[in-house]
Every structure is written in C-alpha cells, then in structure tokens.
C-alpha cells in the first residue's frame, strides 16, 4: 500500500498490523511514528513530486490511499496520472475527501447567499483553522464533477462512490415529514 498524505503513518501501520505488507506512507510533515512496524517505510515528500521521489522509483503498488491529503495536489490530474503509473494493474486508489455541499452551506450561511451560488463559485475562500488564529486555511472549490472528471482525464475509472448518509434518526424523520 502507498498513503500519500498519511500523517504520522499511524493508519498504515494499523493496516500493516492487518496484513498489508510492503508499505510505504509519505507525508510533507516528516512528522512520523517514532517506530515504525516492520513492512512500513515512512518517507518525506511532497505528493506533487510522485514521478521523481526517490523512495517509490521502479515500484508499484495494489492500492494507493489518499485520506483527505487530495486538496493539496496543485494540479490533480497531473497527480492521479503519476499515481496510476505505481499503480499495480488489478490495484485501485481510495480516495476521501470532504464533501463540498459541506463548504457550500458553510458559505451561503456565512453570505446570505444561495447554496448553488456558492456550490458553483470557482473563486477560493479562507477562514481561521480551528488550531491556531493565527493560521487561515484557503481552499480552492470543488464539485463532485470535478473530481469524477480528474479520474477521467487520468485515465481511470471509478468502481465505487459514496456520498455520507442521512444518520438512522434523520432518514426516519424524513419518512415522517413526507409520509405526513
Ligand atoms: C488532513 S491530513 C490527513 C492525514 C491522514 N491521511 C489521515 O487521514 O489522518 C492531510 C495531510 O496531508 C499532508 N500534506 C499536505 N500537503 C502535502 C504534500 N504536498 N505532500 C504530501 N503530504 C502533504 C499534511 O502534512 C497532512 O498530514
């Protein structure tokens, strides 16, 4: 397995622990595990760089995982390219990432503004992190499309997408409310 994005790795070694063997998790941090598992090599990287970083050269793997690490690919397509060339042929990418229906409501609450307004808007926005208000985070927006159409255009398919759910509660109350 290939994290890209993984933090301090401790994921991958969970997954290591489960079985997976020859991983390789990268971050730009190099804030890692003190002790990594057997089978787990944690490298200092930049997931922009994939074609030429030392540590993946002649090497592929059956999944690469990006956990919420894609909004940092300056241009996606370029990265999801250069990860399918380490890509093993019967492998696949799992990639999570937030839903952006999320930052749109955010927005259109903070603006007044309509959801589809702010859904569509192509123009980025900042805000505080909620670590340190001193740091603002600025994130680029995004549309389910977009990201399908980045898998397109690096010459990969999707097997599967999810969407988060209603929880339990929130599907029974809208039976009620329509059936009402
Ligand atoms: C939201 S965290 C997710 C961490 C981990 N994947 C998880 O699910 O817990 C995003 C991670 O991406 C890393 N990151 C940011 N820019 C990066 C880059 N250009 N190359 C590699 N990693 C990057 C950050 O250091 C951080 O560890």
Redesign the pocket.
């Given at each position: 397995m290939l994290?890209?994005?993984?933090?301090?790795g401790?994921?991958l070694a969970e997954l290591v622990a489960d079985g997976a063997t020859a991983s390789v998790g990268?971050?730009?941090?190099g804030?890692f595990l003190g002790t990594p598992p057997p089978g787990l090599e944690l490298v200092r990287?930049?997931?922009?760089e994939l074609a030429s970083m030392p540590g993946l050269a002649g090497r592929t793997f059956d999944r690469i995982?990006?956990?919420?690490?894609f909004?940092?690919?300056?241009d996606p397509v370029r990265t999801l390219r250069e990860a399918r060339a380490i890509l093993a042929d019967d492998g696949f990418i799992l990639l999570?990432r937030t839903h952006p229906i999320r930052y749109a409501v955010e927005r259109a609450e903070e603006h007044g503004t309509s959801l589809g307004e702010e859904y569509f808007s192509s123009a980025p926005f900042s805000y505080l992190s909620g670590w340190n208000d001193r740091i603002s985070l600025t994130k680029r927006r995004y549309t389910v499309s977009d990201l399908v159409n980045f898998f397109s255009a690096a010459g990969l398919w999707i097997e599967t997408a999810a969407e988060p759910q209603l929880s339990e509660d929130a599907r029974a109350a809208t039976r009620t409310s329509r059936s009402g």
């Open positions: 994290d890209l994005g993984c933090g301090n401790g994921k990268v971050d730009v941090s804030n990287g930049d997931l922009n995982l990006f956990l919420q690490s909004g940092y690919a300056r999570t």
